[in-house]
């Protein structure tokens, strides 16, 4: 069993007040957004953007209105995480899901062969137990080092891109989509450019609009 590591965020994400996070992904906002995911009934044809508070911060519905989107992100998640909860998620036997997790697991120092272990998992549940379901590995997005609100997550841009290469082979070998979305953001010093952050970490509005330009000829 992984160690428990403890991390303080000295800010809020997404509206919810800083709190300890541990390695073993359980804290009241993860447990929230959990039960109401389980709670809600099971339709047809979804789309599931599946992450942590990049993907979680979005009103994806209201930006792929009519598209029966569904946002599975919850801010603060890890890729121990997301395994955990894939039950969820695969008995909605959803049309495609959209995968973006990685950059907390690179926060807290994780190993890249854990990173990738998880994905691993991740991608055999749905191919296991929603076969039909299209899978779509999105690239980390980039970060900002200029920025000092997210400190643990900043000075590892080699790590990002490493995992990044990591998960375009781990795509190949499931057969599964991979899309690069991390240079789409970057700025002539190559960090997340300013224009689609304020936190260096997290997306601004037109951030979130250059996303689902993106993402709109798969969704």
Not at 36 to 57: A, H, Q, R, Y
Not at 140 to 145: A, G
Request: proline share 2%; charged share 25%; glycine share 6%.
């Amino acid at each position: 069993m992984l160690k428990l590591i403890t991390i303080y965020f000295s800010t809020l994400f997404c509206g919810v007040f800083a709190q300890e996070v541990k390695q073993n992904f359980h804290n009241y906002f993860y447990d929230q957004r959990r039960s109401f995911f389980e709670s809600m009934p099971t339709g047809k044809n979804e789309v599931i953007l599946l992450g942590d508070s990049i993907t979680n911060c979005a009103n994806w519905d209201e930006i792929f209105s009519g598209q029966n989107v569904r946002n599975r992100g919850i801010s603060g998640d890890i890729t121990l995480g997301v395994l955990d909860r894939m039950d969820e998620i695969v008995k909605r036997q959803p049309k495609k899901i959209f995968i973006l997790i990685g950059i907390n697991d690179i926060a807290l120092n994780l190993d890249k062969e854990i990173i990738l272990s998880n994905y691993q998992k991740i991608i055999s549940k749905i191919k296991r137990d929603s076969p039909k379901t299209l899978i779509y590995i999105q690239s980390i997005l980039p970060t900002n080092d200029e920025f000092s609100t997210f400190k643990n997550h900043q000075g590892k841009m080699n790590v990002v891109k490493e995992v990044n290469l990591d998960l375009d082979n781990l795509a190949k070998q499931n057969k599964v989509f991979f899309l690069n979305i991390f240079p789409e953001f970057l700025d002539d010093q190559g960090k997340l450019s300013k224009e689609y952050t304020n936190d260096g970490l997290h997306l601004l509005g037109n951030g979130y609009l250059r996303w689902a330009s993106i993402l709109k000829k798969y969704i």
